[in-house]
């Protein structure tokens, strides 16, 4: 099973996606949730569907992160699921990779096309990561690293605007 241990960081809402240009295209995806867990993931490149994946995550803790399943899906049964799904999710990933060679993930989360959050993360096995190594344009934009145990920063809770923006306000109070 692909153990993942991430580190997520809450970007300030004043970070403007067509200023980020890492030579990475970026991917749109629409994330359906289902009841019982899981979501059903479709990722666009360039106006077209590139992938279809089911997805499931469960959290072990801090110390070990989350377990991630993943597998592709057909069209057919991503529609089946889609039918019973309980949420939908629009954001759109930007991408940079640092001198170690780490991943950045950037996701700007949308409704009816307005960026409503944006939240970056860092996927790390048990090695230790340095965001100096990141470029100051972006650097300068975190407003609040995420601690490891906190799961009110899931793309599924972030699926709800209200629930997003009242994050927003609680972290600009320092509460």
Request: charged share 35%; hydrophobic share 35%; net charge negative.
């Amino acid at each position: 099973m692909p153990i993942e241990k991430e580190f997520k960081f809450v970007m300030s809402m004043d970070l403007i996606e067509s200023d980020i240009d890492f030579g990475i295209e970026p991917i749109t995806f629409y994330q359906y949730y289902l009841k019982n867990g899981g979501r059903i993931r479709y990722e666009i490149k360039n106006d077209i569907v590139d992938k279809i994946k089911f997805n499931y995550k469960e959290f072990i803790s801090p110390k070990i992160g989350q377990v991630e399943i993943e597998c592709d899906i057909s069209e057919t049964d991503a529609e089946l699921l889609k039918s019973v799904s309980i949420s939908k999710l629009e954001k759109i990933r930007h991408f940079y990779v640092d001198c170690a060679g780490l991943k950045w993930e950037i996701d700007f989360f949308k409704n009816e096309d307005q960026t409503y959050f944006i939240l970056m993360e860092v996927e790390v096995d048990n090695s230790p990561f340095d965001i100096s190594n990141l470029p100051n344009e972006i650097k300068s934009k975190i407003i609040h690293q995420v601690k490891e145990d906190d799961s009110s920063f899931t793309s599924k809770k972030l699926e709800d605007v209200a629930y997003a923006k009242y994050l927003l306000t609680k972290i600009k109070k320092g509460s």
